[in-house]
């Protein structure tokens, strides 16, 4: 059979393959700013600045052997293609000079490549001098950050602070986490501040960053970046960077617990009885405060959903899932499962608690009234 001329064949290849580029251009041009805050091409501060700077020095000889090794290949397989009536080409195989080449010169780039990135592998490994230290706790599907060093000359201030989800940390001074888990393989990304590291149990991680005074007042996305189960692709986070004055403000706010008239409406609204969220929550005031260090040494949480303290503080909730509203919020109070899918150990039955996120309180019959109730409380900035 008298297949398609040569040339037609290649004009058809090389019409699909433009397609195809143009397409992959388009895509990337419809990429709009919402993502700024999570971009690994704009590093903010030292780590990820280093870290990217690396990254694009080696794109340089890398598209150049790219190009010349493609190019190559399009050129020989033009030029030796078959044709009627030309002999095979002449055979290479076994030519000592070129097969030592071809070992020889890439490894020796590889080698060469490996100078600046083993030393920079090095470098960022090292604990850097006063940094903050925070124990940060991949769940299923959120974080727990404990900060364990605050360092602040303040007798008023506790040393640990417990939050979720939303990290807060100060401009110029190096912030030093301790990655832990209990449950499953996660990874900690902030692709703004640093590149990911995995959050393995049984295995004490560490990874810093460091952000800029041009950074203050700003924040960055990071996402969970190693599937951990059902909602991993709710499992995001957010870090604020303060001054370092602010800084402080908020780690003594974080410290407060609420008041007692706070604590006693709390009781009214069935937040400590009824529904039992204390059994699962750290609420300032209501629980032990030997429990404020939520986590313990073994690195298993002694409860296990957020603390719920200054929830009013964040601006998101849920693994970053949802901005925080009181509408939102109130929902997920009544039937949280349906806002973040949680996996339920069938083999247990079908007990709420048994399940891995927060339990659906329309089913063990809150209204949807009681819900806003507690969500509205849950907001008010507290004293
Ligand atoms: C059986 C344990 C359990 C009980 C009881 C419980 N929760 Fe939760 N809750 C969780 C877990 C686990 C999460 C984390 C879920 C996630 O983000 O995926 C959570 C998350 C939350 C969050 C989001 C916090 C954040 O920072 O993202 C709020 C708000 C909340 N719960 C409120 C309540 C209220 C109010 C009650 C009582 C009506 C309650 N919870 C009872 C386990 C529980
Ligand atoms: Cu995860």
């Not at 940060?136 to 417990?162: R, S």
């Not at 996996?343 to 891995?356: I, P």
Request: charged letters at 25%.
């Amino acid at each position: 059979m008298k297949t398609l001329k040569w040339r037609q064949r290649a004009t058809r290849v090389f019409a699909r393959a433009t397609l195809l580029g143009a397409s992959a251009l388009l895509l990337v041009a419809c990429g709009d700013d919402s993502t700024k805050e999570q971009n690994p091409l704009e590093p903010k501060g030292d780590v990820a600045s280093r870290q990217i700077g690396l990254l694009k020095f080696w794109m340089i000889p890398a598209a150049v052997i790219a190009v010349g090794v493609l190019s190559a290949v399009v050129i020989i397989a033009i030029k030796y293609r078959e044709r009627p009536g030309n002999e095979n080409p002449k055979q290479i195989h076994g030519n000592s000079a070129l097969e030592l080449g071809w070992t020889i010169v890439p490894a020796l780039i590889m080698a060469i490549m490996a100078v600046p990135t083993v030393a920079l592998i090095w470098d960022l490994d090292a604990k850097p001098k006063d940094a903050l230290e925070v124990t940060v706790y991949g769940k299923q599907w959120w974080w727990e950050y404990q900060y364990t060093n605050l360092d602040i000359a303040d007798p008023a201030i506790d040393f640990q602070v417990n939050t979720a989800n939303e990290l807060h940390i100060p401009s110029g001074r190096p912030v030093y986490f301790t990655l832990k888990s209990d449950n499953v393989m996660h990874s900690f990304w902030v692709p703004s501040l640093a590149g990911k590291k995995d959050v393995v149990p049984g295995r004490d991680n560490k990874v810093w960053f460091i952000a800029d005074k041009d950074d203050e007042g700003k924040w960055f996305y990071g996402q969970c970046a190693e599937y951990c189960g059902l909602s991993h692709a709710d499992m995001r986070l957010k870090v604020y960077v303060h001054s370092p004055e602010d800084f402080v403000e908020w780690a003594r706010h974080q410290n407060e617990g609420w008041s007692a008239e706070r604590v006693a409406r709390a009781a009214y609204l069935g937040i400590t009885d009824k529904w039992g969220c204390s059994s699962c929550h750290f609420l300032g005031g209501t629980n032990e405060d030997a429990d404020k260090g939520i986590a313990d040494g073994s690195g298993a949480n002694a409860r296990p959903g957020p603390n719920l303290t200054h929830l009013g503080d964040r601006t998101s909730f849920a693994g970053a899932k949802y901005d925080l509203t009181a509408e939102k919020l109130a929902e997920w109070i009544f039937h949280a499962p349906e806002l973040k899918p949680a996996q339920c150990d069938k083999t247990l039955g079908e007990s709420a608690t048994r399940c891995k996120g927060m339990p659906n309180f329309e089913k063990t019959g809150m209204t949807k009234a009681q819900a806003t109730e507690i969500a509205e409380f849950l907001l008010e900035s507290e004293q």
